[in-house]
C-alpha cells in the first residue's frame, strides 16, 4: 500500500515554463487536495476534488489547473510558471467524512527562475 | 485573516523540558487535528479531537480541545531530539452543499527544536 505518491520530488522551471505535478493514491479515497507551503503562510488549499469529474477552488487556486479524471489521480498544472510559484507543493487525500485524517505526500519542491 | 492562530512560532528548548504549543480561534470547529511534519516530508496525523473539553493522551503528548471547540493545546512532557519537528494544528467545519463535506484549514505552525 503506497499512499500518496507525488512526482517530482524537485523540478526548477523558467518563468512562462508549463509542467504538471503529478498525485496518486491507493486507498479510494474520495477527496484530493493540493497545498502549497510557504515560509511563514502555512498550508495554503490550491485545489480539491471530492471525486472524478469533480473539482473546486481552494484559496489560492489563481495560476493553476486540475482534473480528475479517475480516483486515483489528481495532477496539478501550472500553464505558465510564475516565480511567485516557488514553493512546496503537496497533495493530500482522505476519506470525505468529518474527522477523517489527511494523508500527505512527500512533497514537490518547486523553483522557478 | 488567519482562521487558526498557533503560538509559539518557533520554540527551542532543551531535551527534558515540559511545553505547550497552542492553536486558537475566533470561529468554531467540527474537530480538530494535530499533525507533525519533519523536513523533507508530508505532515502525519497525530491526533484528532471531536468533542469539547476533549483530552488525548499519546505518549509524552497530550491534546486537549477547548470547550467551546475554538481552541487546542499540544503539551510534551520531557521532550526529546526526536519531537523535533513542526507542528501544524488544522481545524474542520462543515463545507458548502456541493462541496467537500468539511473544509479543513491549517495553522500556520509551530517549529520544534529540542536540543540534545
Known amino acids: 500500500n503506497a499512499g500518496v505518491t507525488q512526482t517530482p520530488k524537485f523540478q526548477v522551471l523558467k518563468t512562462g515554463q508549463s509542467m504538471t505535478l503529478q498525485c496518486a493514491q491507493d486507498?479510494?479515497?474520495?477527496?484530493m487536495s493540493w497545498y502549497r507551503q510557504d515560509p511563514g503562510m502555512g498550508l495554503r488549499l490550491i485545489h480539491y476534488?471530492?471525486?472524478?469529474?469533480?473539482?473546486d477552488q481552494g484559496e489560492v487556486p489563481n495560476g493553476y489547473n486540475v482534473s480528475r479524471s479517475t480516483t486515483e489521480d489528481f495532477p496539478l498544472r501550472l500553464l505558465s510558471a510564475a516565480p511567485s510559484q516557488t514553493s512546496v507543493y503537496f497533495c493530500a487525500s482522505r476519506r470525505d467524512r468529518v474527522g477523517e485524517k489527511l494523508f500527505f505526500g512527500s512533497g514537490t519542491q518547486l523553483s522557478v527562475l | 485573516t488567519q482562521l487558526l492562530e498557533q503560538s509559539p512560532q518557533f520554540l527551542s528548548i532543551q531535551e527534558g523540558e515540559n511545553l505547550t504549543v497552542y492553536c486558537n480561534s475566533s470561529?468554531?470547529?467540527?474537530?480538530l487535528q494535530w499533525y507533525r511534519q519533519e523536513p523533507g516530508e508530508g505532515p502525519v496525523l497525530l491526533v484528532t479531537v471531536v468533542t469539547g473539553g476533549e483530552v488525548k493522551k499519546l505518549k509524552r503528548l497530550t491534546f486537549q480541545f477547548g470547550d467551546a471547540r475554538k481552541d487546542s493545546s499540544l503539551h510534551i512532557t520531557a521532550a526529546q531530539p526526536g519531537d523535533t519537528g513542526l507542528y501544524l494544528c488544522a481545524g474542520a467545519r462543515r463545507g458548502n452543499s456541493g462541496g467537500s463535506n468539511y473544509k479543513l484549514t491549517f495553522g500556520k505552525g509551530t517549529l520544534l527544536t529540542v536540543n540534545p
Open positions: 476534488s471530492v471525486g472524478a469529474g469533480i473539482t
Open positions: 486507498m479510494n479515497h474520495e477527496y
Open positions: 470561529s468554531v470547529f467540527s474537530s
